[in-house]
């Protein structure tokens, strides 16, 4: 069965990068066809798409965030990475990694997600 | 990007009623839309995509009907465990977004 795990800070100052990485366990992020990808969830803004990617090419991002976000893989430890500079409190959610699927038939839902790890942002 | 508008905010009912909860968005999104509930301390739970087809193990109590811009979740006969907060969300495109959510609670 799926897994999937974030890891990273707690806590991150304000202006500096959040980095955060996803384990999957239990399947091949290069090895099958969907989109892996981040959400985050504050009670301001609720629940927000960060980005999704294909291992091999495609990746999206939310245009809010395009300028401040990378998503990048590393298919030999089967995780992927969120790196999000220059925070602010605005910044301070849960994140969850999440899969969902890559043709058109399920591409966008998203049915399965990690635990999810909340990241404050603060000095 | 679309905006999900979800209805009411807070839904009070008791266990054995039917719930009706609703989901417009700002320009047609076809079928493409799903329904997720959540838990205290949970991720999201694919409950619904594509409008109507129940996601995989969930109970057929469980129902989503709708298309363009008008969406409805209905559960048929409330359980215990069905008191949570649920979200919409489209797919149409990128960016895919999630409507603010619907907080169902025991009266």
């Known amino acids: 069965q799926l897994q999937m795990q974030e890891s990273g800070p707690g806590l991150v100052k304000p202006s500096e990068t959040l980095s955060l990485t996803c384990t999957v366990s239990?399947?091949?992020?290069?090895?099958?066809?969907?989109?892996w990808g981040w959400i985050r969830q504050s009670p301001g803004k609720g629940l927000e798409w960060i980005g999704s990617?294909?291992?091999?090419?495609?990746?999206y991002y939310n245009p809010s965030l395009k300028s401040r976000v990378t998503i990048s893989v590393d298919t030999s430890k089967n995780h992927f990475s969120l790196k999000l500079g220059s925070v602010t409190a605005a910044d301070t959610a849960v994140y969850y990694c999440a899969r969902s699927g890559f043709w058109s038939a399920d591409v966008g839902i998203f049915d399965s997600w990690g635990q999810g790890t909340l990241v404050t942002v603060s000095s | 990007e679309v905006v999900l508008t979800q209805s009411p905010a807070t839904l009070s009912l008791s266990p054995g009623e039917r719930a009706t909860l609703s989901c417009r968005a700002s320009?047609?999104?076809?079928?493409?839309l799903a329904w997720y509930q959540q838990k205290p301390g949970q991720a999201p739970r694919l409950l619904i995509y594509d409008a109507s087809n129940r996601a995989t193990g969930v109970p057929a109590r469980f129902s989503g009907s709708g298309s363009g811009t008008d969406f409805t979740l209905t559960i048929s006969s409330l359980e215990p465990e069905d008191f949570a907060v649920y979200f919409c969300q489209h797919r149409s495109n990128w960016p895919v977004t999630f409507g603010q959510g619907t907080k169902l609670e025991i009266k």
């Open positions: 990617f294909y291992y091999s090419g495609s990746t």
């Open positions: 320009q047609s999104v076809s079928s493409y």
């Open positions: 239990g399947g091949s992020i290069s090895g099958s066809t969907y989109y």
